[in-house]
């Protein structure tokens, strides 16, 4: 049950007490595209001091990344103004630091075993990154995560489903965090895709510390053109606009960003067959003798406990082979996390496990 003191915060939730007093004030830099957008007509630009040569790219993009936000908004049922883009997930956590979170001042809180950019992003910001480790289901655990809070934590960082562990987190638990915290709760859906749990994106308008990040980096198997997605209220996202770049996503990632989201036949297809090959992979490992426990998933990747981490992580590497051993991480000793791979991938992986 939540008690009086977070009751009493969360009813005065107000983005304007959490955000640096450096950001309030400023004015996004306006670019040559901001002030004029192209609208497909035959205008000659003379405004940007670009090459006027044209071969594809010789233009700045557009910083809004209007055509893209378009077709996102319609999927996922929200507004344009609701989205922001990002160069890969990694840049739209960043920015959060950088428009929230005082250096030397302010916190966040990690739930580890969990994403390691969030504490490097800590670090590089200069935030104090309060670890809460999860409990031994892999939930978060509500009790300790309340004690680490004070005046000046800003961001509580949930991934899930959760790297390295798969699992999806419990509604009702992600729901009390919600309404006890006064600070902004985001939650890293870059596994979502695999997952038979609604996105909260659905929830955006109920809760108004609400982030959601996502990307096209796992389902949508386009992990080179960094595309990351945040996904918040309308008031949120501006405050984030007034620091970000004015051209963080090139020309060539919206191209081809487009062109893969208008597709989701195809994209369903793919996570159709990774969802059946993970399945099979799961059965595979119940026949090893050194795997001892396979923990649920929601992800496209499988945690492994095995008699000893690093020897089969090198016997597999031998064997040409390569998984990831996260045996280092906080409850997640003597784990490997295998990546489901397509048919003729995972058939090696197999086979190689047979051998060792």
Partial sequence: MLNDQFNVELMSFNLNNITRENVK???PYSSARDEYVSDGSTMVFLDANENPFENGVNRYPDPQQRSLKTILAAQRGINEENILLGNGSDEVLDLLFRAF????????ITLPPTYGMYKVLSGINLVENREVLLTTAFQPNIAEIKKAIDKHTKLLFICSPNNPTGNSFSTAIIEELLNSFNGLVVIDEAYIDFSSEESWTSKLADYPNLIVTQTLSKAYGMA????GICLASAE???VINKIKPPYNVN???QDKAIERVSDQTAVQTEVASILEERAKLMETLKTISFVSA????DANFILAKVDDATLRYNQLLKEGVVVRNRTTQPLCENTLRFTVGNTAENKKLAEALKRI
């Fill in 294 to 297: 396979i923990y649920p998933t």
């Fill in 25 to 27: 004030g400023l004015s």
């Fill in 236 to 238: 949120i996202i501006a």
């Fill in 251 to 253: 020309q060539l990632t």
């Fill in 101 to 108: 979170c005082e250096p030397k001042q302010d916190n966040i």
């Fill in 224 to 227: 080179g053109i960094r595309l």
